[in-house]
């Protein structure tokens, strides 16, 4: 008996710990990539400025969730343009082009149902001699729930590497059109 008492103990003290330790991580995350692709940037930027596309090129495709399914609304390209996706590994969310610069820019603002968690996009087009530079980076805030915060290190390397599979995407796509 006094074992069992022992290990719960210890176990309610390690669970304390976590806590505690959570309230001094990051609440906010920021997460940046770049990659050229060797397309024009008007070509590159019609990609992420409409949604509708996202699914032959992006990292999040039904390859990584067969349950993935996306519906569109508002404009098809451009500020106003929205993607909801439903899936069971993925989640469920909704993005939202806030602002659409040709060539230049594309910011969205991205929501996931149930959690308080927000993030904001923007994708940056520069020409260069290979064809075009893309930075992608991703922000936002962890929400209230401070175990959320023990996300920030995973989603720096779960997010790098998703801009960089879909950089090798749009790079297959650039040279098949």
């Given at each position: 008996m006094k074992a069992l008492r022992l290990i719960a103990y210890v176990v309610a003290a390690i669970l304390l710990l976590c806590l505690v330790v959570a309230f001094f991580l990051p609440s906010t995350f920021s997460v940046q990539g770049s990659g050229v692709i060797a397309a024009p940037a008007d070509q590159v930027y019609a990609k992420f400025a409409t949604p509708r596309t996202w699914?032959?090129?992006?990292?999040?495709?039904?390859?990584?969730?067969?349950?993935?399914?996306?519906?569109?609304?508002?404009?098809?390209?451009?500020?106003?343009a929205v993607m909801k996706?439903?899936?069971k590994k993925l989640g469920n969310?909704?993005?939202q082009i806030v602002e659409a610069l040709p060539g230049q820019r594309v910011r969205y603002d991205l929501s996931m149902p149930g959690s308080d968690m927000t993030v904001h996009g923007d994708v940056r087009f520069e020409t260069v001699p290979e064809g075009t530079k893309v930075t992608w980076s991703d922000s936002g805030t962890l929400g209230k729930n401070v175990l959320l915060r023990y996300l920030a290190?995973?989603?720096?390397?779960?997010?790098?590497?998703?801009?960089?599979?879909?950089?090798?995407?749009?790079?297959?796509?650039?040279?098949?059109?």
């Open positions: 699914a032959r090129w992006s990292a999040w495709t039904t390859e990584a969730d067969p349950t993935l399914a996306y519906t569109y609304a508002g404009p098809d390209s451009g500020v106003g996706w439903t899936a969310g909704q993005m290190p995973v989603l720096d390397t779960a997010l790098k590497a998703a801009y960089q599979k879909s950089f090798e995407k749009l790079q297959r796509e650039a040279k098949g059109s």
